[in-house]
């Protein structure tokens, strides 16, 4: 305690709150009791808020005060907050309402790494919602020094590579660790069997920088580790024409990693790989919808690490034992019960996304559970697209569904007993106003750009795919992709799937996905895209700057080949 925030000094108005990163500042306060993910959500370069879904979009945040309940969706969002305080596009300072990792280990990296920081500091409800109420006004901030982690257990390996036993790199890992093991309050470190890292995502030069560092200092790996989703196709990228800048740059940024140990995985679904963790292994993963699946589906256990914590972890082999690492954090404390899902036996693939992302705006800050689909039995893949737009929506780690989930055998062993529940039921009509607005382009117009695989297709995926486009043709002028991992598009070559599917006219894209995928890979001249991630139709306004359809994978195909989407609703959504 004894940070303050003043808005006014007039008025005698100040509020008291801990800070995690501190400073003295000042600056207008911009505000929303909205959550926001700065990947895909603020534009790295020139800072302004272009999540066409949040209530501050168009704001730029550069010379303001940042005040938001807490970050949402994804892990690069450390990333972005680095860019920004270098390129001095960002804030003075953030305020939230409660403890909030992502966004703060970009500071904490800032100010580690490359000397700059900005106030980082969180305020108990009631002075909160005071200042929310202040949006527009003059705010100066006295953040007072963070909590330092003096009672984090040290093993003496972990006291030795603080030291510098093994290494700067491995040093300062440790250092940047131990400082968010005491944001997230942890007493000791535990050891990871593996790990994933986003951080391989180019979000400007300072991610860059970090890496090359990381490479200098000696950085090499401790555990197993893997590779997201990279900013460009490694080896189509200069016939695509991407800007050689980028292209080189993101190129170099991968090699820092594979340099250091990382294999070159280069998938945002390593759950499809055959190092995927099992039931109760203590894992550290980044980005949001691997966390995500990791935690819900295979019973792994991974906080949503943050871009760059997920390198120092993987160059130490220890992570904070805190958060979903620990049995009494993966409880559910919302119940949602789906009513009437058994009734319908139309539902096609796109209820899943959707669902899911219902889901994680019914429940953006605590861990859900939800009942009612037993009887449909979701595939894997349901449960990534299920998982993918939840993630997009909350900033929570985990879901459980019952009788589904590997932990949600009954409600009995997956509700907390430590506080209160809340109870919800929903009625699958109440979907429908997400549907409107994932589904942000007007009603008939042309579809230029089918875009499919966020997050990676699976081979299953491909193969439905491929079942759907047999013995049909593409519409001339809609172009149609598909992103899924290295391995992946092997199997569906082997399998004869990707000569099926590029008869049709579809192009392969390996190593990147669609979060990542600018022009020239989107076509200049096109207006509306089509997908049937949830997670993309959120992102894709604001990443690309078109308007999107979101549909089933049947409507996808159907809009590949007729050039339109009338943008009916399906028919279980619809009521028929």
């Known amino acids: 305690m004894g940070s303050t925030a003043e808005p006014s000094a007039q008025d005698g108005f100040v509020l008291h709150g801990t800070a995690y990163v501190h400073g003295k500042t000042s600056g207008k306060l911009v505000t929303s009791d909205l959550e926001l993910s700065f990947w895909g959500g ?51 300072a953030v305020i939230f309402q409660r403890r909030e990792d992502i966004l703060t280990l970009g500071v904490i990296i800032s100010e580690d790494i490359f000397g700059r920081a900005i106030p980082v500091l969180t305020l108990d409800m009631e002075d909160f919602q005071a200042i929310l109420k202040r949006h527009g006004q003059h705010v100066h901030i006295d953040a007072q020094p963070p ?17 510098g036993s093994g290494g700067k790199a491995a040093q300062v890992s440790m250092r940047i660790i131990l400082r968010m093991a005491a944001l997230l309050g942890a007493h000791r470190l535990l050891d990871v069997k593996q790990v994933h890292v986003d951080g391989c995502i180019y979000t400007g030069p300072g991610s860059l920088a970090f890496a090359q560092r990381l490479r200098a200092w000696g950085g ?30 993101s190129r170099e940024l991968a090699a820092a990693y594979t340099d250091m140990g990382a294999r070159p995985t280069f998938t945002c679904a390593p759950y499809q ?4 963790p099992g039931l109760g292994d203590q894992v550290a993963w980044a980005e949001s919808n ?47 019960t789906v009513t009437d899902a058994r009734a319908f036996r139309t539902i096609d693939d796109s209820f899943y996304p959707l669902l899911g992302y219902k889901v994680g705006s019914l429940a953006p800050t605590r861990i859900p559970v939800v009942a009612g689909l037993e009887a449909l039995a979701p595939s894997r893949d349901d449960l990534k697209a299920f998982g993918a737009a939840f993630a997009t929506a909350s900033s929570m780690p985990m879901f459980h569904i019952l009788g589904v989930t590997p932990e949600a055998a009954s409600l009995d062993t997956v509700l907390t007993k430590t506080s209160s529940v809340t109870y919800i039921s929903l009625d699958t009509s109440q979907l429908s106003p997400y549907w409107d607005k994932l589904n942000s382009a007007d009603p008939g117009q042309p579809v230029d750009l089918v875009s499919l695989g966020n997050p990676h297709f699976s081979f299953a995926e491909i193969k439905k795919l491929a079942a759907l486009c047999r013995d049909k ?39 990147t996905c669609w979060c990542m995928i600018t022009e020239p890979v989107i076509p200049r001249a096109a207006k509306v895209i089509m997908t049937n991630s949830g997670k993309y139709a959120h992102y894709g306004p604001g990443l690309t700057g078109r308007r999107f359809y979101f549909g089933g994978l049947a409507s996808c195909v159907e809009a590949a080949c007729s050039g339109v989407f009338r943008g009916e609703k399906p028919q279980w959504l619809a009521g028929e």
């Open 147 to 163: 909590p330092v982690a003096r009672d984090v257990e040290l093993s003496a390996a972990d006291r030795a590579l603080l030291d």
């Open 473 to 511: 043709r593409k519409h001339a002028e809609v172009t149609m992709v598909v992103t899924c991992g290295r391995a992946t598009h092997a199997l569906a070559g082997q399998a004869g799937l990707v000569e099926v599917l590029e008869t049709f006219g579809v192009r392969f894209l390996n190593d």
């Open 42 to 92: 603020v534009n790295p370069q020139t800072g302004e808020i272009i999540d066409r879904h949040h209530t501050l979009s168009g704001t730029f945040l550069q010379g303001t005060v940042l005040v938001i309940p807490g970050g949402r969706g994804s892990c690069s969002g450390s990333g972005v907050m680095l860019e920004l305080l270098l390129n001095g596009k960002g804030p003075e």
């Open 273 to 276: 790989l055959d190092t995927a």
């Open 290 to 336: 691997a966390v995500v699946y990791a935690n819900s589906v295979l019973g792994a256990r991974t906080i949503k690490y943050p871009d760059f914590l997920d390198i120092a972890i993987a160059l130490t082999g220890r992570a904070p034992e805190a958060g979903a690492h620990q049995d009494v954090n993966r409880l559910a404390s919302v119940c949602i």
């Open 220 to 249: 090499k790996v401790a555990v197993p580790t893997t590779l997201n989703s990279v900013s460009i196709d490694q080896k189509r990228w200069r016939a695509q024409g991407v800007d050689p800048v980028f292209g080189v740059a």
